[in-house]
């Protein structure tokens, strides 16, 4: 059986195998536009990128520029109907989602630790960037504003309907790790919630970056000779490159628990990321379900899977 992921997009879903991709997304007048491209991973070219945990990080940036494309895509399938709007071109998308990505830094990673650092300095006991205390701290601080910001997100109209068809990838993916046919009677029956999800990948980053933190803090060196908004500066960068290899290991993990989720103790370590897909997963309607096996099965012709069934 072939691995297949998947995302969704403005009005639509993207489904991934190893070897081909497929966007389908639902125009405005409800007809379908879709689109298929044969992938080659850098793994391919260098087999050292298959490395544990460097394939992660890799996968993670050729994910990331897959779903950019998919999101343009989708995005100017809506746009094509309004008379006057121009497309969202390749640089204003990159641009966009750039911006995107540095707040994030901001939002994730910088603000939390400069909470907790202010947090050490009036509290009755002090503590600092080398302490347990500290990373616990701002670990739950990511974690907080994590789920703070998806449920911020959630009421917006246009995001719940994205989240809908967050859904309906899941359930579709479900159905054909099931072996069913691929229609929309069978996914109806399936859960919106998946252990492989990119909602878990997140939670699981948030959880391995405290214990790294945790463990390698400690043994930096103390730069004494620096102001303290210089201090917590270098510290901030130090856990902005620590991303790259903790990206590598939740990869991993994500996908370990995908394999084993029939263990109770894997059944235990993923439950949070379950719950938080409760936010980022709504039920799909019908119409939503048909899209998202429609890209699966595009991907899966592409991969050489025979259908037996029609998708309906």
Known sequence: MVQV????????????????????VRKPNGEIAFKEDILRPWSDRLKFLKWPVLRGTLTLIETLIQGF????????????????????GGWTMFLTLS?????????????????????????????????????????LIKIFFFIAYIWIISRFRDIRRIFQYHGAEHKSIFTYEAGEE???????????????????????VLIISILTFSLLFP???????????GKNLVYVLFKIALMIPITGLAYE???YSGRKAHL???????????????????????????????????VLAMEGQRLDTQVV
């Not at 492989?196 to 997140?202: A, E, K, L």
């Open 99 to 139: 911006l995107a990505l540095l707040i994030g830094m901001g939002l994730f990673v910088a603000l939390p630790h400069w909470i907790s650092a202010w947090l050490g300095t009036i509290t009755s006991f002090t503590f600092g960037v080398e302490s347990l205390t500290f990373h616990l701290i701002d670990g």
């Open 5 to 24: 992921g998947g995302q969704a997009v403005i009005e639509g879903v993207m489904m991934k195998a190893p070897k081909s991709l497929a966007v389908v």
């Open 182 to 204: 691929l229609t929309v009677a069978n996914a109806r029956r399936h859960s919106t919630l998946h252990p492989r999800c990119g909602t878990s990948f997140i939670l699981l």
């Open 264 to 298: 109770p103790w894997v059944r235990l370590v993923i439950l949070p990321g379950l719950w938080i897909q409760r936010l980022t997963t709504q039920e799909p309607t019908e119409d939503q379900i048909e899209v998202a096996l429609q890209a699966l099965s595009r």
């Open 253 to 255: 993990a994500i996908k």
């Open 69 to 88: 494309q998919a999101l343009s895509f989708s995005a100017n399938q809506a746009l094509e109907e309004n008379e006057g709007e121009k497309e969202i």
């Open 219 to 229: 043994f930096l060196p103390k730069l004494a000779t620096l102001p303290g908004w």
